[in-house]
């Protein structure tokens, strides 16, 4: 290899030494996007150490150089350097564009603060890598709560879905390395199955204002982006240990991503958690452990011009549900809210058992985008997904081993956009997506289908402009069409069938007539148009002011249409309604913002009109062989909910720091006058910090959780007659829990092993005092208490 | 362009591994664990008329309430002879639910409760613990009187809990898997 090398030398050293070396270079340096010459850019010929800057026009000029090849580094500060292997015969002239825009590269921007919000007309926040590691061993759910405005609907403490503004489910979108997530949208029991370990940074935007994703994300938008990866010759990782009390688990996450100068990327990650039975301050929680495996593998080119990406994820979730939970009829209910302690308690155990839940989550996808000189960008994406759910109820007999639940959803989508940003006062964006999506629930199961077979075509088209009319103000306008349509083929029983009056209004879909079952084939076409309006401006160095406006429509998903049956761990028949129609929200929101040197402070209004709002109440109880069951039906109101998310940070010094979130929402029924079902209450959230680089970069806070009692509730509770104990007793599944407060404290270190290596060891104990407590948005709060006390031992390996 | 073309391979590929769905109708689920009907045969050990109290749901969870039938009036101060039938006639024919409690004695207990102490229970079946099953009981009548007679099946009980095994379901425990009330006329 060496020969070969210095052989190839000295040929070059002869062709290079008997050529001219009177050459003149020059050439211009200008803006990718519009043309504009950068003036200050640095031109180094690597080779012959020679410098220049260009001028007011963007041109340099070196004089006397020898013909042939040389290398050309063109840097700028707030560009991306640039190399370029040029040759010189005679005199050359060169033009050389840079991306001065280098953000939206993602590139890591070394000098100024890095800030990589999506939109700049909405209320957006950003969640950065190192907040993000410390919730490793949780869920996304978990994650988001730092975000002010943003809380979550669990079932037990392993299935959490976020909940923005009091939305949540199918009105908010999930994005993750620019896959729209689809698992998740059916009902409280179907969390986003995603590993946050596979996350570099997250972007929530609260409402629809981010019409590329969507126009269906009423609630908000959480944008998963991966760690982003830099051009140069690299090999980097890092690994995350983490050993906890509660539930006596681990869970372990590493990646390693190799990148190359040239523009190559790749990468690997894989995560595993393990957790026993939780406990609450005084019991164990019988069956609420997790085991959870995934990785991902990441791959491509990136170059200013253009790249691709290749990606691959697989997750595969193993949930318990408290066993508590698991009810036979009503008076099992009514006893599990009435006993203070659940009515299962074992030792703890790290098994699975049923009930419980199995969910694999497989994404692939592909993209590629090109950038077009003096125009815009192009990106295509098509994307694959496959779910496989299973759910496993407490059975008898040969049944034992199967599940309840057992779906499998496929999901094709192929998106396209073309953003147009030669001109930087004014940027356009198109786009184009179709999406077909086949859901298939097995009937071994042996059990009714809750959901049906159906499949599920979607198609939208969309533009966004924003203009920036002068140097304070930035103005997004955006609108979107979809076109939704479901093809279902679903038994409904012949007594439901007439019970809710369909075979007045359906009669026409029915194709099969089995005698105490009927099939059908329900169509439904949905036509959505949304639209979304903002202005951005700064109204003085310190203060800045948001407004945006957003309409968007959501298609009803098939639970809201088709649901159909018991639900066991909720003791409650569930319905949905062929007759629902889409919900139309008009959403008003602003951002105030105030900034100095110590202190700032972000308060966000916003009022949301939601015109035929979906959501599920209790409206009857039904008998069975088992005894009675309340029915919670989907039904349509008008709704309004309005609120103020506050976030603020005040540094008293170097070290100290007090941190500020609170979130204030009411949601009303506005036809039936009363509050809505399942809003989050007040809560605020105080943290007090010490961080001092000198000692081993450490750093401390102590956070104050405060949720107050959601006094603001309907009261759907409903008397029922035990035979066992021959009286009519009150069901409450109604009245909230009490208000709670909890201490949470954390602190880290971060040791230098080496130049490239550190180790940051970090202690996080939540519910310092062991404080028992329920909370409203939690399924299991009539069963059982929250958890108690946790200690966590972090330790993160940068390498 | 290569680099294009790489992408539109690797595109294809998956649509082709992935694509395709049939388009056949479903296959209709009858569930297997539902029981629809439960019917407990009261026979006098000295003879006389044999009673049966059924309740029946033919829909299942569906929206109709069982259809509970007492056959006639219990006799005063008698000794019957109980057993219990549970079926599933969503299936064609209609599937027994005795053998699979059979199967998983310990795992279930029924529990015989009266109004206006119109009888009295005895079991008359054990699992492989000793412990009540229920499927086989005695009931004894006593003075003319009317009443309701509740019987529930209580899944995975706690059958060592207190008064139990004597068919005091306060601290069962368990999920109810069945349910049903009959009015009853003792006389």
Redesign the interface.
Known sequence: MKYYLLLLICCFYNTISSQNCNSNFSGVVQDFHDGTPIIAATVYIESLKKYTTTDNNGKFLFENLCDGEIEVIVSHISCETKRLNIEIKGNSYFKVSLEHHIEELGEIKIEGKSNNILTKTSQETLLKSESLERFSASSLGDALKLVSGVSSINTGNSIVKPVINGLHSSRVVVMTNGVRLQDQEWGIEHAPNIDLNTAGSINVIKGANALAYGGDAIGGVIVLKPSRVSLKDSLYGKTIISGQTNGRGFSANSSLTKTYQKGWFMGAQASLKRFGDFESPKYNLTNTGLNSKGFSLNGG?KSFE?G?N?YYSFLDNEIAILKAS????I??LVNAINSQNP??IEKFSYDINPPRQEVTHQI?K?D?YKRFENFGRLEAQ?D?Q?NQRYEYD??????KNKPAIDLTL?T?SFRTSLKVDSNSSSTYEFGFNAGFQ?N??N?D?????LI??Y?KYDFGVFAITSLKPNENTNIDFGIRYDFNRIDA?K?Y????WS?RDYDKDFSDIV??D?G??L?TNPIFNYHNISASMGVSYKIDEKSSMIFNYGLSNRAPNPAELFSD??HHSAAR?ELGDLRIKQETSNRVSGVYRYENNAFYINIEPFYNHIKDYIFIEPTST??????A?PVWSYNQTNASLYGIDIASNYKFNQQWSFNHKSSFIKGRDLKQRIALIDMPSFKTVNIISYSNSKWLNFNSELQSELILRQNDYPNYNFEVYV??T?EFVEVDVSTPPPTYHLLHFQSDITLNLSTKTDLNIGLNITNVFNISYREYLNRSRYFSDDLGRNIMLQLKLNY | MKLFKKISIVLLATIIFTACSDDDNPTPVNEEEVITTLTATLTPVAGGDVITLQTRDLDGDGPNAPVVTVSGNLAANTTYNGSLELLNETENPAESINEEIEEEDDEHQFFYQATNSIATFTYSDTDGDGNPIGLEFQLVTSTAATGNITITLRHEPNKEAAGVSDGDITNAGGETDIQAVFPVTVQ
Request: aromatic share 12%.
């Open positions: 080119y253009q691709f290749v698991h009810i036979g009829n008076e099992d009515l299962v692939i592909a590629f098509y694959f496959n407490i059975r008898v007999g040969d049944d496929k094709h086949d298939f629930a009937p199961t042996g059990v009714r289908r049906p077979d499949d083929k038994f029983l012949s007594s439901r019970e194709i099969d089995l105490t079952q099939l049956g018991l028949i039904e008998q069975t062989l088992r005894g069951f035979p066992t021959e």
